[in-house]
């Protein structure tokens, strides 16, 4: 028996822009015709890739275009891509919020889904009966849903307010909720489009476990949309990369989000990062030296991480400092730095341009790709905060002196240690 749960054939998705159906009665004639005849609909030839940064020539664009992939049993899928990629369409489909244009879905069991803040929630309802509610939608006796319902309200966090309307629930309290009704009446496969973002960091960690249990423990099957590359890193076991509607790369977790991370990416300086502050000193320029002044950075050798300051005032500073940050390109900060950390430096004036430098003895971040965000400050006023300012790539170095080859797998940030050993009398 084959533990395919779930496989998607040639599922397309067209849209009107700007109406809804067809938009005139002679395409709906249109469509029918050929229908009756037995025809494909003459629409489906015609249209443009989803590409919503573009202006197109067609009213008809494709959301979606020739999906095919298969979920066995107990796996967990992601699904990235860029806003506007097809996601949140893929997964209406699934979850039959709106049908196909093209192709079909076969599935093994049901399916429960988390779409949106309080999809499928009535307002009017209380927390408790929208349990009911949603347990009866998704095929539960009244019976099996009153054997669950105690831990469905623990694991929300709301026992407060249960038997309270929904609607004067905030949107954190609603995900909660749905999160743990869709969780713990057990469908065989639970659909899930960005609700963690939601959610706070306690329900965050909640829910990322219990999805784990369910898929590792239960043997249930999870479809997972987001756009926190940490998340679907370590929970999801494959993963499929969305652009324009249509599947460009389908492979393991690690493997799809560099394939995204490295097709969406700016290298070097972001020339279109937004800088906020009020920008009466600029930081013209960031340069990074290695050893021997050269410009390729190596794991274990030394580092100097120099910033060019630009005055845009004539106008006298004093402390001047720079705060700056290294996350990793799935956005866990790697480590902090500050200028204010040296109780020794002092701060000259300067006419135009001016310098600061961090100097590293020996480089001790593993090799990869990272990014710098920085903040600097004059005078207690925050003159420019700049976020993912500066992607760079460490190459490989020997940090220890020892034939293992230390790999991201192992760890970010690497420490210099000793090991003593004793094994005098020992048996």
Request: aromatic share 10%.
């Amino acid at each position: 028996m084959s533990d395919t749960i779930l496989k998607v054939e040639n599922i397309s998705k067209q849209y009107r822009l700007g109406l809804v159906g067809t938009g005139t009665i002679s395409h709906d004639l249109n469509r029918w015709w050929y229908r009756v005849r037995g025809k494909e609909d003459p629409y489906l030839k015609i249209g443009e890739a989803n590409d919503r940064s573009t202006k197109g020539t067609s009213d008809y664009v494709w959301a979606l275009r020739d999906i095919n992939f298969e979920v066995q049993r107990g796996e967990v899928l992601g699904i990235i891509g860029k806003n506007g990629a097809g996601k949140s369409t893929l997964l209406k489909i699934l979850s039959k919020v709106t049908s196909p244009t093209t192709g079909k879905i076969k599935t093994k069991g049901r399916i429960a889904s988390l779409l949106e803040v309080g999809t499928g929630f009535h307002g009017e309802m209380t927390g408790r009966e929208n349990i009911y509610l949603n347990g009866a939608i998704l095929g539960m006796t009244k019976k099996e849903i009153r054997s669950k319902i105690d831990e469905i309200i623990e694991f929300s966090g709301c026992e407060r307010y249960i038997d309270t309307p929904v609607k004067r629930y905030s949107s954190g309290m609603t995900v909660r909720l749905a999160f743990a009704v869709a969780a713990f009446l057990e469908p065989e496969i639970l659909v899930i489009d960005e609700v963690l973002a939601v959610g706070d960091a306690e329900f965050q960690k909640k829910a990322i476990g219990k999805m784990q249990d369910i898929s590792r423990g239960e043997g249930r099957t999870v479809l997972f949309v987001s756009h926190n590359m940490a998340a679907v890193q370590n929970l999801c076991t494959r993963a499929i990369v969305l652009e324009h509607g249509k599947v460009v790369f389908e492979g393991d977790s690690n493997n799809s989000i560099n394939f995204y991370l490295k097709s969406n990416t700016w290298k070097g300086i972001n020339k279109h990062c937004l800088k906020k502050g009020v920008k009466n000193i600029i930081v013209e320029d960031i340069i990074l030296n290695s050893a021997n002044n050269q410009s390729k950075v190596i794991t274990g050798q030394a580092l100097i991480i120099k910033f060019i300051l630009k005055k845009q005032m004539n106008k006298r500073y004093k402390n001047i400092r720079i705060d700056f940050k290294i996350d990793d390109v799935y956005g866990n900060r790697v480590s902090w730095f500050s200028s204010a950390i040296n109780s020794q430096l002092t701060f000259d004036d300067f006419d135009d341009l001016g310098e600061m430098s961090f100097n590293f003895k020996k480089l001790s971040l593993v090799y990869g790709e990272y990014i710098l965000s920085y903040v600097l400050i004059a005078d207690n006023i925050e003159q420019e905060n700049a976020q993912e300012y500066l992607r760079f790539e460490i190459a490989p170095g020997a940090y220890y002196k020892s034939p293992i080859e230390i790999t991201p797998n192992h760890t970010s940030v690497l420490l210099d240690y000793n090991i003593d050993t004793n094994f005098k009398g020992l048996n």
